[in-house]
């Protein structure tokens, strides 16, 4: 159980980062729907820890977040790089409790 | 090994061609090719000549480079010694040959009027001709009103020498023999139309008529016609047609109509000489046009290496835009075919004309005339001889049309429709510009552009103006919801007209229409969450996740006080220092933590945003002009600092760049840029559609000479037109290049108000000027927005423990990062 973050210091569509007790990052999201996502930080395709910095929206329906690199997009849900199918970032279990975002 | 030589008499635009064809199918170098060249330069797109006087770069007209030949211009070829098989050239060479292909051209016919001669007399053919006319009109002293000047001949070229003239100052007489303009391609009734659209233009037009004799006055020349009338000229132009250059005597045969005679493998009765282009007189027809020219090129280069091949017959159709407007001709157009019927359309209100030639039968398309409109031209050329679409002779007359598949779309380069489908359908062009790369189609004259367009959509390539599976709008469209519903947000814009949530291709884009529109700071509010990667901090993210800071330095010019401010931050941050090509400092290696404490220190000093992140004006680019520089005509540094001031922050579909040179000799490369400005004596040319990048192109002048309140007032209308009307990332380089009626219907906008908008658009650029507010600054005056510059939620102030530096060069660069083991 680690806190993150106040659920208030999140914006809709608009990631932060986190940095956890083993050094490693995680990009926190809120999306539209009110529902928060919490997936690796470091962007697979060029090793730069910025995901939390894309654009937040939907590809089909599913809920993506696009890396501001190279600009491929990841499912929120299940981490899985919709662009190219080799390609995959771990999906952390979050919740929010007494309005306070944790990973579980 | 080469074995064999091959002698080349005549480098224009076939001999040209001749060359790069065989180089190109001579796969084992059997050749050595000798080319010789009269004229003193290498081949030019001749085609375009006109296109000359708009800029006088003799550059602007190179065909490509001329490789594995030997090529010696500016000497003629004098002899040729048939028996021994050896031309002689003016300076003496002497070359033996195997072969020898004869490509010398025409000349110009001047018909035998008095006074022809005369100092101010001038044919138009070659880059040097319209040199001696520009100096003539130059020279003229004429003091009040405009220059005049007198063309000899109403055929294509007449009309097109008479546009030149009209662009150098000269209000021009046309005069013809015929009693109709362009009688080889137009009907009465088309030539009357043309007659009365370019009389609108300046152009006086004398039809049934022509010079009697010119005479000197002074030094003025007065030409008397046979129907009575004088003209009192600065200039005259001979434009009464070519006749094949046949001066080279080799004792062989011509043709009826002059021109060496060869058989359709364009071979002489010499079966070791040939003769192609416009000297050919092929079983007896001599073409004036380049397209059967290149056919002959490519046969002759087809028998060379062995391969028996012969003239497909030509096309002489012709579609052109003359002084903005349009004439086409195609086919049987003067209804020559035994019993052939005319459909005729003739609508004066609309200004249109146009007749369809049809068969006894109306099955067959036989041919047709279009003045005033020729926007079927590219559908119904290639339907020639094949059966006519249903619908098409009815009132109101287009139609479905579908070509069969053996239809030549592209005559230029000799393109069937199957070859586009074929390579449409294997997927490897998905485009207009993907077709001309690998089948050349529409890389000639571009009349077939809009038919490749058609086939892409029968294949099912979906042209879609969609922006993105969210909206099925096109950016343009989008443009015009926002800025009269007065939509302010995404979430508002994407509920009412468009699905889903969004993605990084719609949001940036709406982002930009928001900002073009003026609502308030890029990162206010929602639209934070809209802004592609650099917007989104204000800064351009490198490739290990750090950013680069760039503060504007309008027009390339500092004092050396803000220098040492530069030196100093970059110093103090450890920022890795580079000169940009766009005459400013760039700074590397900021962390997102560090950017608003490097901007405190720069905005203090008097700096602000460079935009080196946005869809916005970039950089206007100067050169030092006539403060320091000899040569200057006008103060550049001075008009690009204040454009730069005046668009700074303007948000735009693409990037826009500019500079200001103050003289022609161009330092600061105003015409690599979406809009350069040239000084002249007068005052300043404006020259839009620049590019460097991916796929350069010059810049095309869009006005001359004009003031300076006039050119900011041209660049207010031409910036904020783009920006109504442009996709999505698209150049004004490549918005210019799909702009319907292209440069003129531009001009029409810009300078003629065609679309009575131009009042519009410069109140909307007033607006965008009084309401320009730093960015940077705006982020640093506001506790909210400056909360999110931070590397992590949780821990502020701690560095990102993933970026690290190694020292090149005395400066700090970035350590490759590891990319991650892939997750399966
Ligand atoms: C810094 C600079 C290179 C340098 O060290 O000199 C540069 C750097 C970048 N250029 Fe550039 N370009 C720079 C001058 C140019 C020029 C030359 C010029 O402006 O005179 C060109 C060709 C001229 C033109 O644009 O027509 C140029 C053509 C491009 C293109 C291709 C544009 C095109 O139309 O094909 C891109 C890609 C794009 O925009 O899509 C690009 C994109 C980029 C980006 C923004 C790529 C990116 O997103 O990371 C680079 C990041 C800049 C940064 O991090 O600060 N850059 N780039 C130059 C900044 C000039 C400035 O002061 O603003
Ligand atoms: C203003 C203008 C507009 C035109 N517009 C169009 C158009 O819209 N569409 C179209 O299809 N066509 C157009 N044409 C025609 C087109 O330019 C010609 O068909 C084409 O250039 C013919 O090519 P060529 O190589 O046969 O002749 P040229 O291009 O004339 O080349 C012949 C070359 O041979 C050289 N030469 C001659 N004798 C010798 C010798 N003894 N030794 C060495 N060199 C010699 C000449 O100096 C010349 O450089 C236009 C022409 C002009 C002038
Ligand atoms: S463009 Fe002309 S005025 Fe400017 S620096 Fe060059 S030579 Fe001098
Ligand atoms: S017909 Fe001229 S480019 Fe295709």
């Not at chain 2, 006074?115 to 020279?139: F, M, N, Q, S, W």
């Not at chain 2, 030149?164 to 009465?188: F, K, N, T, Y």
């Not at chain 2, 007896?284 to 391969?307: F, H, I, K, N, R």
Request: with cysteine; glycine share 10%.
């Amino acid at each position: 159980m680690t806190p993150v973050c106040e659920l208030s210091a999140l914006r809709p569509e608009q990631g932060v980062a986190a940095l956890l007790p083993d050094g490693s990052q995680v990009a926190v999201f809120l999306t539209f729907d009110g529902s928060v996502h919490a997936l690796d930080n470091i962007d697979p395709f060029s090793g730069a820890a910025v995901l939390a910095r894309g654009i937040v929206g939907d590809r089909g329906g599913r809920p993506v977040v696009v890396s501001p690199v190279y600009k491929q997009a990841f499912d929120l849900t299940t981490g899985a790089c919709l662009d190219s199918p080799d390609h995959s970032v771990a999906v952390h279990p979050v919740r929010v409790r007494d309005g306070v975002v944790e990973l579980t | 090994m080469s074995t064999r030589t091959l002698v080349v008499v005549g480098h224009g635009m076939v001999g040209h061609r001749l060359v790069e064809a065989l180089r190109a199918k001579d796969v084992d170098d059997q050749w050595r090719i000798v080319v010789f060249g009269e004229e003193a330069r290498p081949a030019y797109d001749r085609v375009a000549l006109s296109s000359y006087v708009d800029t006088w770069r003799a550059e602007d007209l190179e065909l490509g480079p001329l490789e594995g030949a030997d090529l010696r211009l500016g000497d003629a070829v004098v002899s040729v010694d048939r028996d021994r098989r050896v031309v002689t050239s003016a300076s003496g060479a002497e070359v033996s040959y195997d072969a020898l292909v004869l490509a010398t051209g025409s000349v110009p016919f001047v018909p035998p009027v008095p006074g022809r001669d005369l100092p101010g007399c001038h044919v138009y053919r070659t880059i040097e001709d319209l040199d001696a006319i520009k100096a003539t009109v130059d020279r003229s002293t004429r003091r009040i009103g405009r220059h005049s000047g007198m063309v000899l001949g109403g055929g294509l070229l007449g009309l097109e020498a008479a546009n030149a003239l009209r662009g150098m100052g000269v209000s021009p007489h046309v005069v013809e023999l015929a009693p109709r303009l362009m009688p080889i391609q137009v009907d009465e009734g088309g030539a009357g139309l043309l007659k009365r659209l370019v009389e609108k233009l300046d152009l006086t037009v004398h039809t049934g008529t022509s010079a009697s004799s010119i005479e000197l006055d002074g030094d003025r020349l007065i030409a008397k016609l046979t129907n009575g009338l004088e003209l009192d000229l600065d200039v005259v132009v001979f434009s009464a047609g070519i006749r094949p250059r046949t001066d080279l005597d080799l004792g062989l045969p011509l043709g009826p109509r002059g021109g060496y005679l060869v058989d359709d493998a364009c071979r002489t009765s010499d079966p070791n000489v040939y003769a192609i282009g416009e000297c050919a007189s092929i079983e007896g027809t001599v073409y004036g046009l380049v397209a059967p020219g290149y056919s002959m090129a490519e046969v002759v280069a087809d028998q060379l290496c062995g391969a028996a091949s012969v003239f497909p017959g030509a096309d002489t159709s012709t579609k052109l835009k003359l002084l903005g407007v349009d004439v086409a001709s195609f086919g049987d157009a003067h209804a020559t075919t035994e019993g052939a019927l005319e459909v005729v359309v003739n609508n004066a209100v609309a200004g249109t004309y146009s007749k369809l030639v049809v068969s006894d039968d109306a099955k067959t398309l036989l041919g047709g005339i279009l003045v005033g409109d020729a926007s079927q031209y590219a559908m119904l050329r290639p339907l020639v001889g094949k059966d006519v679409p249903a619908g098409l002779l009815e009132p109101g007359g287009s139609a479905e049309l579908s070509l069969p598949p053996d239809a030549q779309v592209c005559s230029c380069h000799a393109v069937t429709k199957q070859t586009i489908t074929d390579a449409i359908c294997a997927g490897v062009c998905t485009d207009v510009p993907t077709i001309k790369a690998c089948t050349k189609a529409g890389t000639g004259c571009g009349s077939c552009v809009p038919m490749l367009k058609q086939l892409l959509t029968e294949c099912g390539v979906e042209q879609s103006k969609a922006l993105c599976e969210h909206f099925d709008h096109s950016r343009a469209e989008l443009f015009e919801i926002v800025r009269a519903t007065r939509i302010t947000s995404f979430t508002e814009l994407v509920g009412k007209h468009g699905r889903g949530r969004g993605c990084d291709i719609c949001k940036p884009a709406v982002a930009s229409i928001l900002a073009s529109l003026g609502n308030g700071h890029v990162l206010g509010g929602e639209q934070a969450t809209l802004q592609d990667t650099n917007d989104r901090f204000l800064a351009n993210m490198q490739r290990n996740g750090t950013y680069s800071v760039v503060p504007r330095i309008p027009g390339g010019e500092i004092t050396p006080q803000k220098l040492i401010v530069i030196g100093e931050v970059a110093r103090d941050f450890g920022l890795y220092t580079k000169i940009t090509g766009g005459q400013r400092i760039d700074l590397f290696g900021a962390t997102v933590d560090q950017l608003p404490e490097i901007w405190r220190r720069l905005v203090d000093a008097g700096f602000e945003s460079g935009h080196a992140y946005g869809k916005a004006l970039r950089t206007v680019k100067s050169c030092v002009g006539t403060t320091w520089c000899r040569y200057g005509v006008q103060d550049s540094v001075g008009l690009a600092i204040e454009l730069e001031l005046r668009y700074r922050g303007l948000r735009s579909p693409h990037k826009l760049k500019s500079a200001v040179s103050g003289c022609a000799r161009e330092c600061a490369e105003a015409r690599g840029k979406d809009f350069g400005i040239i000084a002249t004596e007068n005052g300043w040319n404006l020259y839009v559609g620049g590019n460097g990048g991916f796929t350069p192109r010059h810049a095309d002048l869009l006005v001359s000479d004009v003031d300076t309140e006039s050119l900011i007032k041209y660049i207010d209308r031409f910036l904020m037109f783009y920006i109504r009307t442009a996709d999505r990332l698209q150049r004004t380089s490549a918005w210019l290049e799909g702009l319907d009626g292209g440069l003129e219907h531009l001009r029409e906008v810009i300078v003629d108000d065609s679309l009575g908008i131009c009042a519009d658009l410069e109140a909307a650029m007033a607006a965008h000027v009084e309401d320009y507010a730093d960015e940077w600054r705006g982020v640093l005056e506001d506790p909210e927005k400056l909360a999110r510059f931070q590397s992590f939620v949780n821990a502020p102030g701690t560095p990102d423990p993933t970026i690290s530096f190694r020292e090149e060069r005395g400066q700090r660069v970035p350590v490759l990062l590891g990319i991650p083991e892939v997750a399966q």
